[in-house]
């Protein structure tokens, strides 16, 4: 396999290259046409001339971007043909809201052909979707819908929260030979950090701690993620703080070591709460170290209801790093719990 | 790939445009033609210069021709003036129609007030064609406490039920199947309704046009279809978007009479959606229409056109601008002249103004409104989500514009 050379160490790199997020993005993709002919882009305005948000701007194989017109669920399909007959194609979705037209192929088919069909053939497609909302966007053009996604057999789920993870991860996408849904926050985009400039993947199902400490596990993904740092770092909580990068793989043996550690457990997910992955991840967690749970898991998650319009709604609708870090400290300040109820000691505040 | 067809209009014969007969535009129950035109020669009555040809006057009551082109100068003077809110932060997103004024407006008018509207993106202006007040459509743009949509739709997706005007849709193409399916209703219930469904160009790739022009041909559903042929959706040009010599043509496939009109052109426009709607009315089944027009300006306030086509092409299409042909024959026949179109422009212009100062009175929306109607009671679990919600501090800010 032309791509299991790449597979190296996940630790994020100190020092060297600052790139964003975006510009990550595009070189992943630029990468993966240059090393592999197979690799090509496809999608609604996938060859517009923005590069879709310059995530695809200049790129060195514009004869491998392919524009289609309006028809998601087709052009699933046409994506699915090609994968099936050895292509990688990456189709490129510039709004989650409209991935949806594409449900039935996706879950009925890209997600299952390999398992209905005893793995006779692969299905080495990416499917890549922007997420979250602008101003004003409301219901239909604001979703994330990751949980949705991750309630389906076969298909592996991707989020990542760093110029470095989302490299890496794109490259182990495109290098997989299942599919994989790869979502990208569009409030990321302009995020900078370090990333290498050769070719490597990262491992699915492995979390990254993004901040230490030993008085409460957070969980969150994504733009999620990066908002529970900021409000970490802001406040300077005591927080085991573990972005999964891969909600599906789901490194549930860190989270679950990080909760016997320190007894709390908070999941943010950026999405509906109702069998959402904060649910997946409570659930999970009471199910493996019930006993080492000081307090009830708490959830942050977008209300039950539609992305509003108005901008005085969004607000209130909106959680934000200065609300994460006023959950945690309540939940830091919570009644102190004795050690020795806590399975393996635990750090009781 | 260039297009195929698609870039000016042709003169045509126009064949057989309806000849609609004396009377308001509301209330105008004009004969239909016997046979709608159904090829892909362009439909089109009225010349450059505001000349109509000897015996295609569709002879519109005055009253009628007056009302076309008012509303088509206030969504042109409505559109301008929430640009400019947009680029003031005043409003988030809005989405213009320049250089469609015919389509939409001459479209319109050419129904009953009871048929019914299911909106593609451009259609706005049928809202308040029927009714809805400038004021209430900016309550909607700015999402305040007075919006019908109680600020959970994007700008632009007005709602109004009073004037039988279903919500824009956002998905593409959806709003076709809504619209055939409102019309199998109206027939099954025995109502005397017709439905007219509106599209772009882009939309007659989606799946639900496909299905939706099936379904409506095979159950003769009393409905019009009706393709804003704009050239572009978003930055796709209609030569990639199909490979068909013209959109009309989509209809002989399903069995539909189709007509290809000139967008532009607000008397045949409303000639042919008036016969296409007399056929519906009469059971004789659906219609497909495709207006050849032409947008402007960007796809919303978030697109920047120039980065992907050329300026020439924009520049031609001025040259063909509803407005002012439309006003040109109105001037040769004598029902207009420069007096009465600065004064009547001036009195748009005050009349959106004070739409404007009054919305903007309007308080924003009530937090509570967070958790009602997304069922008919507000569930516990959304109480509880709302109390969780507003005792949380820091609320954020509005970052980042409408992305495409
Ligand atoms: C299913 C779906 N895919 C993508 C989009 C994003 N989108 C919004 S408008 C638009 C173009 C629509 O073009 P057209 O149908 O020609 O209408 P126009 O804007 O020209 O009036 C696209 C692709 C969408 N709204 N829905
Ligand atoms: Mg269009």
Known sequence: ?349 | MSGKGHKAPVKAKAKAAAKPRAGTARVATPKPAAVMPSSAGLVRLLEDDGTVARGKDPGLAEETLLFLYEQMVQVREFDRRMLMLQRQGRIGFYGPILGQEAATVGSIAALEPRDWIFPALREGAAAMMRGLSLTEAINQLIGNGADRCKGRQMPCHYTFKQGNYYGMSSVIGTQISHAVGAAMAARIRGDDVVVLGYMGDGATSANDFHAGMNFAAVYRSPCVLFCQNNQWAISVPISKQSASETLAQKGKAYGIPYVRVDGNDVLAVYSVTRAAVERARQGDGPTFVEAVTYRRLGHSSSDDPTRYRDEAEVKAWEKKDPVDRFRAYLTRRGLWDDGKEAAFKEGIAQRVNDAIAAAEQNAPPADETLVTDVYEHVTPQLKEQLAEVLALEGRGVNEGAFPL
Not at chain 1, 3 to 13: E, G, I, T, V
Not at chain 1, 225 to 254: F, M, Q, S, W
């Open chain 1, 1 to 349: 396999m032309p791509w299991s050379k790449f597979q190296q160490d996940y630790a994020a790199p100190t020092g060297g290259r600052t790139i964003s997020y975006c510009a990550a993005v595009r070189e992943a993709i630029d990468q993966a046409m240059g090393h592999d002919p197979r690799v090509f882009a496809i999608g609604l305005d996938a060859d517009d001339k923005f590069g879709v948000f310059g995530s695809m701007a200049n790129l060195s194989h514009p004869e491998r971007v392919l524009g289609t017109p309006i028809a998601e669920n087709a052009m699933t399909g046409v994506a699915l043909g090609a994968a099936l007959s050895g292509l990688r194609p990456i189709h490129v979705h510039l709004r989650n809201d409209f991935l949806l037209v594409a449900m039935d192929q996706i879950v009925n088919y890209v997600a299952k052909w390999e398992d209905m069909f005893d793995r006779q053939v692969r299905v080495p497609l990416v499917i890549r979707s922007i997420i979250g909302r602008g101003w004003g966007c409301g219901a239909q053009h604001s979703q994330a819908l990751h949980g949705l996604f991750a309630q389906v057999p076969g298909l592996k789920v991707v989020m990542p929260s760093t110029p470095y993870d989302v490299k890496g991860l794109f490259l182990a996408s495109v290098a997989d030979d299942s599919p994989v849904l790869f979502l990208e926050h569009r409030w990321l985009y302009k995020n900078t950090g370090d990333v290498p400039e050769a070719i490597y993947t990262l491992p699915f199902g492995k979390c990254q701690r993004l901040h230490a400490g030993e008085g409460l596990t957070v969980v969150a993904a994504s733009l999620a993620a990066v908002h529970a740092r900021l409000a970490c770092e802001g406040n300077g909580l005591d927080v085991d703080l573990l972005d999964p990068r891969t909600i599906k793989p789901l490194d549930i043996d860190t989270i679950v070591a990080s909760v016997r550690r320190t007894g709390r457990l908070l999941v943010v997910d950026y999405d509906f709460p109702f069998g959402g992955f904060a649910a997946e991840v409570c659930a999970q967690v009471a199910e493996r170290a019930h006993g080492a749970l000081r307090q009830a898991p708490v959830r942050i998650c977008f209300p039950d209801r539609g992305m509003p319009a108005s901008g005085i709604l969004e607000r209130a609708y909106y959680p934000t790093p200065e609300r994460l870090a006023a959950a945690m400290q309540n939940l830091l300040d919570g009644a102190p719990v004795a050690d020795d109820l806590l399975v393996g000691g635990g750090h009781g505040r």
